[in-house]
């Protein structure tokens, strides 16, 4: 079969094939998952069919509880049925999952991992919440990439129909869920292929019927409920054997190798890592770093969590290791160790294998996680006594738990085009970037990936986009700090935060500027000038915000900039470059009639014409101060914290900046002008610009918004546990009591 790559994340290479093997599809959003049910809500409303050319039930419950309730009624009916959801939204279906596992019942639940709101809540990607998950008998598969989430998704719902026991199949959070990448798609004949007609026959009659009567959910007593429970252990035991089997059908149909566990690396390895998930693709690319220069390195990925794997990896781990680590990215408070750790040591012991292992946290609440940071493990094990339960990514000045890093290691491949992009939420930065990967990415020989920061407040905050494209392969799971293209999309961030930090020696600067090639220079703080002039940056201005204007765009400046990033780089011929995004612009805004597509098309006509080089001065000319995150008189925590995070610098604070207890309590009483939020400060002069216009608007929509704002809410509208955006379809809202 002949395929080629399509430009798509995580949650959309999940989405795909879930959707393509369900026959019903309950859904509740929440962040980061919000986006496969949405897509799976389009498709069904779209009239797309799944893999045996039916169109799925796609009903919207209002929670998650529901929606695991609405699973349990559709799979006891015999329909072949799936479901997406992370963090909190996972805990609530756990009693349904206990259930789901104990009937012995083919179903797959997509997580994009996402941390679980303990001392505050974090909308960010970690493994706390399938962790919290991993009693309940569910099997449990890991994938690293977005090509893997559609791989393993499919291998999933085929080992989950022959092996009669539920899958939770899951992503990285944000970093896997939300990474754009090229994926090599799967089709319905794929899906089709490896879940066989008899397997959905069989599925669908062992449900209840009243031509097959049977008693299902009973209660049971002393006498033989051990008993029971310990009938199920065949099925367990085969399962590993079966997802085995599935991949390996997959490979023979795609080319695309996976085992339970594999190891890449030195065949002769000293030196082991043990990661699950987007980590692992970073240990991966430093693994191979280190190796080219001589180092006896290597690392296990451990797919199947549960049933853990415990021969797969005996026999997977080099005879020659003297020493292995365990990174897990979770945290278990008063555990002798947390998950992955404890089910490697257990199979090292059961193998009696005589080694060295350690276990450390990485990644939580999607903390950053590098190559610097792989060799730091791999540097832990190389000393006489390596120190167990570390922590790596942090500085721990609180218990000493932490690693230190080299911050000059790197593994960048110096021909990989590496673009960072700074933007505010809604100013069409994103959207913009987005379409310029999938451009390069598809029509184009470069891979390409992108990965875009966003504050927890989304719209109006700050937003960071980071865009890669090579002639090779990319693994690199982890944001750019060596950026070759810099582009800052609001220029007043230039004197609030730190944005020529990632750009590297010669680098590319490209400002979005209402002054001009002649006057932007005098404009900018004195210590971006001194920052232009020792890294000798090449600085282009335009200013997006006039040709938008002139154009009838307002203040959407993505199509101006997207031009002008073509432009500079010259990734693509400009002309191709140019007919490129105008089909973009086609395919993006053509439902809002010809004549806004009409007007991105001259905006992008003019953008590259406006694009100036300015002359760079010898020395620094400006006296203009950045602006302090916050007034010299705030008080002593805002000074030492908030000021820091309103930077951009919360990284670098130690553990002991945070409250005693890690309680998460905050002083709360801040005096007149010092900002709430991180992001408050970054989108000051953004909210100016728009409440002018906001105010113009109130006559005209005060009495529409009191009309909406008099009508109930809607339900399973997101609630702070949730902080996600409801699904598309507000008309099959489905009650949870239609399904009991």
């Known amino acids: ?198 397997q959905r026959r069989a599925h669908r009659d062992r449900g209840l019927s009243p031509d097959r009567p049977a008693i299902r959910g009973t209660a049971q007593n002393p006498d033989v409920f051990f008993q029971a429970r310990e009938a199920a252990n065949p099925w367990y035991r085969a399962c590993p054997a079966i997802v085995q089997g599935a991949m390996d059908r997959l490979a023979a149909r795609t080319g695309r190798h996976y085992h339970l566990v594999d190891y890449v690396g030195a065949p002769d390895a000293e030196r082991v890592l043990v990661l699950m998930g987007s980590g692992a693709e970073v240990a991966h690319e430093a ?80 903390k950053e996680f590098t190559p610097a940071m792989v060799k730091a493990v791999l540097d832990e094990l190389d000393r006489p006594a390596p120190g167990n339960h570390f922590t790596v990514g942090i500085r721990d000045d609180l218990t000493h738990t932490s690693l230190a890093i080299d911050p000059g290691f790197s593994t960048e491949r110096p021909e990989t085009v590496r673009a960072v992009f700074f933007g505010l939420g809604a100013d069409g930065t994103v959207g913009g970037n987005k379409n310029s990967i999938k451009l390069i990415g598809e029509e184009t020989g470069l891979y390409a990936q992108g990965y875009f920061v966003y504050d927890s407040k989304k719209s109006g905050s700050v937003t960071v986009s980071h865009l890669r494209f090579g002639p090779h392969p990319i693994r690199s799971s982890y944001l750019i700090s060596r950026a070759n293209f810099v582009a800052c999309h609001q220029f007043h961030l230039l004197s609030r935060m730190d944005v ?150 919360g990284d670098q604070l130690p553990v002991s900046a945070l409250p005693a207890g890690s309680s998460g309590t905050l002083p709360r009483r801040f005096p007149p002008g010092i900002p709430r939020s991180a992001s408050s400060a970054a989108s000051a002069s953004w909210s100016a610009r728009t409440r002018s216009s906001a105010r113009r608007s109130t006559s005209r929509s005060g009495s529409r918004r009191r009309l909406r704002d008099s009508r109930a809410p809607r339900p399973g509208g997101g609630s702070s546990q949730n902080s996600g955006t409801p699904c598309r379809s507000p008309r099959r809202i489905v009650p949870a009591a239609a399904f009991a």
């Open 287 to 366: 693994v191979e770093a280190l190796r080219l220069r001589g180092e006896r390195v290597g690392l296990l990925k451990v797919r199947l969590f549960r049933p853990f794997p415990t021969e797969a990896l005996l026999a997977a781990l080099p005879g020659t290791t003297r020493a292995l680590a365990v990174l897990d990215r979770t945290k278990e408070p008063g555990s002798a160790g947390e998950p992955l750790y404890q089910d490697v040591v257990t199979a090292l012991q059961e193998g009696r294998r005589s080694l060295t292992a350690i276990g450390g946290r990485y990644g939580l609440g999607s």
């Open 500 to 649: 020529l930090a990632v750009a590297e020696r010669e680098a590319t600067l490209l400002l979005n500027s209402p002054y001009g090639s002649r006057d932007t220079w005098d404009h900018l703080p004195a210590a971006v000038q001194r920052q232009i002039i020792e890294k000798q940056l090449r600085l282009y201005v335009v200013d997006a915000l006039a040709v938008a204007r002139e154009t009838g765009l307002g203040g959407r400046i993505n199509t101006v900039m997207q031009a002008c990033f073509f432009g500079l780089t010259k990734l693509i011929p400009i002309d191709e470059a140019l007919a490129g995004i105008k089909r973009g612009i086609a395919k993006s805004y053509g439902k809002r009639g010809e004549i806004v597509v009409e007007r991105n098309y001259a905006a992008v006509d003019r953008a590259v014409e406006r694009l100036k080089e300015v002359a760079v001065p010898a020395e620094v000319t400006s006296r203009i101060p950045m602006r302090p995150p916050v007034p010299p008189g705030a008080p002593e925590f805002v000074q030492l914290v908030s000021s820091r995070l309103i930077a951009g610098e």
């Open 1 to 198: 079969m002949s395929r080629s790559h399509i430009m798509m994340d995580g949650n959309e290479a999940a989405a795909r094939v879930a959707y393509l093997a369900s026959e019903v599809v309950a859904i509740y959003p929440i962040t980061p998952a919000s986006p496969m049910g949405e897509l799976a809500d389009q498709w069904a409303s779209d009239g797309r069919p799944n893999a045996w050319g039916a169109v799925p039930s796609v009903v919207e419950m209002q929670s998650e509880g529901g929606a695991a309730g609405a699973v349990h009624g559709a799979l006891a009916a015999g329909a072949m049925t799936t479901s997406f959801t992370a963090s909190q939204g996972l805990l609530l279906m756990i009693p349904n999952m206990y259930r789901i596992a104990g009937e012995l019942t083919p179903f797959v639940l997509h997580v994009a991992a996402r941390a679980l709101a303990t001392q505050a809540l974090s909308i960010f990607g970690d493994h706390s919440d399938v962790m919290a998950a991993r009693a309940t008998g569910f099997a449990m598969l890991c994938a690293n990439s977005p090509q893997e989430a559609m791989d393993l998704a499919l291998v999933s719902h085929a080992a989950s129909h022959e092996a009669r026991l539920p899958f939770l199949h899951f992503f990285d959070g944000f970093r896997t869920s939300h990474e754009i990448a090229p994926v090599e798609p799967l089709e319905a004949e794929d899906v089709a292929a490896l879940i066989p007609p008899e």
